[in-house]
């Protein structure tokens, strides 16, 4: 029906970069907005990035500057773009979209680590 399939995770450095990917299949439309949520040991699953249907984003302030958003519409993929990575940043990285009727779909989730 409906699969996000992510990519892009791995270890990276402390000031290294990264570069998430989602890509959305199956019968979707009229996406309200697509995200990215992270989730690290201990904490609580919280919101990253959000791009709305009209291209409007959003960001948690602990990633503001450092972080993009971005999207394909034809493709339906949704992409991260991180950058002055921190070990702060690490965590399970998941993509969402938000669909007609306010349906949620989930990535599987992909791990981001920064450490020396």
């Known amino acids: 029906q409906v699969q996000l399939v992510e990519s892009g995770g791995g270890l990276v450095q402390p000031g290294g970069s990264l570069r998430l990917s989602c890509a959305a299949s199956?019968?979707?439309?009229?996406?309200?907005?697509m995200g990215w949520y992270r989730q690290a040991p201990g904490k609580q699953r919280e919101l990253v990035a959000v791009?709305?249907?009209?291209?409007?984003?959003t960001y948690v302030d602990s990633v503001k500057g450092r972080f993009t958003i971005s999207r394909d519409s034809a493709k339906k993929m949704v992409f991260l773009q991180m950058n002055s990575l921190k070990p702060e940043d690490t965590a399970v990285y998941y993509c969402?979209?938000?669909?007609?009727?306010?349906?949620?779909?989930w990535g599987q989730g992909t791990q981001v680590t920064v450490s020396s």
């Open positions: 969402m979209i938000t669909t007609m009727y306010n349906r949620d779909y």
């Open positions: 199956g019968s979707i439309f009229s996406i309200y907005g």
């Open positions: 791009i709305s249907g009209g291209g409007r984003t």
